[in-house]
């Protein structure tokens, strides 16, 4: 409403010597409520043997989320709680360091922050080099509770016994601070600090007497990338004006976009509650550009730190106060039996729901989980359910930007992870038990690779493929490569002599009869004289088999980020390249670009076979078998 004058107004009665009254703008979490919960989290973690009851560590988290699920507490967690600085009103500004203990025989070695950070010895934490840091933190604006809940939904997760979770544990370190501002959290302030001060605004310039946690941050940040060591910093907001949950990065140049927009995507598959149109990749230059306050976002976390830590991974997450734009309901994970999910993962409609702690709490959760699939091995990860069936067809390629105007750092790379094709594979490749890649494998294995099931046949989405292609064969498998080459040969060439005898014995036209499934043209003289070499026969033959098998293959799904700076051509409505995509999106949205191609399970567009008209005496059983072993476009009228 954008009417002057408006206002809201409302009654409330107020006890004598009751003190001072606070009206939240949102649902309230204060800073002694934090203190007490880390206490609680530090007392329960110390002695794990003493838990009469596991899900008692983890009940006031759900508490403070307002849900009545109570997951269970992992085991063998090692959680560290620090005094990581002061504010100036003298509160604690905490670190918590969780990961998994380390194995027997782990040689001891703390973490030594830089010498000027005033921490006590007896609070450093054990170092663990060979694992990366995640870095989470909140409340760097007080009045900002949703990244508050969304911190307590990702401790919650990371703390309990979820596979998922001890996937995470076991292979990088969280280091989480839960409120950098807690002057402005104890005071009731919405942006500032007790100076008046917006701390998000001075990550690049930060100084010790004004700007107290914020200072810690940034010198222990850049402690850790020079170490290379620092994977992923997230910060945690609220937002007032758009609606949804998305994140605001930087747009990078070269191989690191795709990993700075795969994190984004694998968000919006992993909650139901995340926009991804909503999300923002903005250039370095747009970062100097002064914005409503009067300050420019150079002085942000997210900004300051991709530039001096030249950091890949550095993400606003911003989540609105009230509703989104829609609802987006999650595909099932694998092996989804085993897994015991929060209330907020239940989303069965696409209208807008109004946002509680809960669905704060898993979007927190989803950032987790999301980090897992990028950069771990997830056995239940919801990506062999989705369109792009795999991280590699999710990433596919990436896209440069089409702008002249230049960054600061270029070419920033993920640190401690394997990026190549053969390191996705590794880490997609089905382990040992119960893993939902294994099962996907399995599941199909049984479906014949000629002859697809009626109801693939029948559905829209395009069949998956089930083939290893980019993957290094394992010496097993090259030792019996031969045996595997000969039972394919003699596969294929019995379906063509059982292709051939069905069409003796329907007695169809002779049109029909001379289609075959591999056509040849007839060799000229000066050809027949010469001699294929075997390479050359080879490669023909692995082509014509793979002709003859029919299945469309799915289209690699580039990411890109769609601009308004387009070509000058010519659209079909007659408007110009520019003027339709800003019609159609809004500047620095992202989304999955579908090459225009046309799709067909004949040869058709190979070989040039032309169509052919049956009767309706043909039956249909027959039809599909020759359509699908021979690539023929068979056309039917009553059938």
């Known amino acids: 409403m954008q009417a002057d004058g408006f206002s809201i107004r409302w009654h409330h009665h107020s006890r004598r010597g009751a003190g001072t009254t606070y009206y939240a703008f949102c649902a309230p979490y204060s800073y002694l409520d934090c203190l007490g919960l880390l206490e609680e989290l530090e007392d329960s973690f110390s002695d794990t043997d003493s838990w009469s009851d596991p899900c008692r560590p983890l009940r006031n988290l759900s508490r403070s989320l307002s849900e009545s699920y109570l997951p269970r507490a992992g085991h063998g967690i090692y959680l560290r709680r620090q005094l990581l600085h002061r504010s100036l009103q003298g509160r604690r500004v905490d670190l918590l360091t969780i990961t998994n203990l380390p194995p027997h025989g782990y040689i001891e070695d703390l973490d030594v922050p830089p010498q000027d950070l005033l921490y006590p010895q007896s609070d450093l934490p054990l170092?663990?080099?060979?694992?990366?840091?995640?870095?989470?933190?909140?409340?760097?604006?007080?009045?900002?509770?949703?990244g508050q809940f969304v911190f307590l939904g990702a401790l919650r997760f990371i703390l309990s016994d979820d596979p998922r979770a001890v996937k995470l544990r076991d292979r990088f370190v969280f280091k989480m601070v839960p409120i950098l501002n807690p002057d402005g959290v104890a005071c009731g302030h919405y942006r500032t600090n007790s100076l008046g001060l917006n701390l998000n605004r001075h990550y690049d310039k930060p100084n010790p007497k004004e700007h107290e946690g914020v200072w810690a941050t940034k010198r222990i940040l850049s402690h850790w990338a020079r170490q290379g060591r620092l994977l992923v910093y997230l910060d945690l907001h609220g937002h007032a004006s758009k609606r949804g949950c998305f994140l605001l990065a930087n747009r990078l140049v070269g191989p690191g976009q795709g990993w700075n927009a795969g994190f984004a995507r694998l968000c919006q598959i992993n909650s139901p509650y995340f926009d991804l149109e909503l999300c923002e990749f903005g250039e370095a230059d747009d970062a100097e550009k002064e914005g409503k306050d009067g300050m420019s976002k150079e002085g942000s976390g997210r900004v300051a730190v991709y530039r001096d830590c030249k950091l890949c991974n550095a993400y606003t997450l911003e989540c609105n106060y009230n509703t989104g734009r829609y609802s987006r309901p999650m595909v099932p994970?694998?092996?989804?039996?085993?897994?015991?999910?929060?209330?907020?993962?239940?989303?069965?409609?696409?209208?807008?729901?109004?946002?509680?702690?809960s669905s704060w709490g898993q979007v927190g959760e989803a950032a987790c989980i999301s980090i897992l699939d990028l950069y771990g091995?997830?056995?239940?990860?919801?990506?062999?359910?989705?369109?792009?069936?795999?991280?590699?067809?999710?990433?596919?390629?990436?896209i440069r930007p089409r702008t002249g105007r230049t960054t600061r750092v270029k070419d920033v790379l993920p640190n401690g992870v394997g990026l190549s094709i053969d390191d996705i594979a590794a880490r997609e490749r089905s382990c040992r038990g119960a893993c939902g890649w294994h099962e996907g494998r399995e599941k199909d294995k049984d479906v014949p690779p000629t002859i697809p099931k009626a109801s693939r046949l029948s559905s829209k989405e395009p069949i998956?493929?089930?083939?290893?292609?980019?993957?290094?064969?394992?010496?097993?498998?090259?030792g019996e490569s031969d045996v595997v080459q000969s039972s394919k040969s003699m596969r294929e060439a019995r379906e063509v002599r059982e292709v051939r005898e069905l069409l003796r014995q329907e007695d169809l036209?002779?049109?029909?009869?001379?289609?075959?499934?591999?056509?040849?043209?007839?060799?000229?003289p000066e050809q027949k004289e010469q001699k294929p070499s075997p390479v050359e026969s080879k490669a023909q033959r692995s082509r014509s088999l793979d002709l003859r098998r029919g299945q469309s293959r799915v289209e690699r799904l580039p990411l890109a980020l769609l601009r308004a700076e387009t070509s000058d051509s010519k659209s079909r409505d007659g408007k110009s390249g520019k003027e339709a995509a800003a019609k159609a999106l809004p500047r620095n949205s992202m989304q999955l670009v579908r090459p225009q191609r046309r799709r067909t399970h004949s040869l058709e567009a190979s070989q040039g076979i032309p169509k052919t008209d049956l009767g309706a005496k043909v039956r249909p059983q027959l039809l599909l078998e020759i359509s699908t072993r021979t690539g023929a476009a068979v056309t039917v009228g009553a059938c």
């Open 127 to 146: 170092k663990f080099p060979d694992r990366p840091i995640v870095f989470i933190s909140a409340r760097v604006h007080p009045g900002e509770t949703p």
């Open 333 to 357: 994970p694998r092996g989804s039996k085993l897994l015991e999910e929060s209330p907020g993962c239940f989303v069965t409609t696409e209208d807008p729901i109004p946002f509680t702690q």
């Open 377 to 398: 091995h997830n056995c239940h990860s919801r990506l062999p359910n989705t369109r792009q069936a795999s991280l590699r067809g999710l990433l596919g390629q990436t």
């Open 464 to 478: 998956r493929p089930t083939s290893k292609a980019g993957r290094k064969p394992s010496k097993q498998a090259e």
């Open 509 to 524: 036209p002779s049109r029909m009869r001379s289609l075959r499934p591999d056509p040849v043209p007839s060799p000229s």
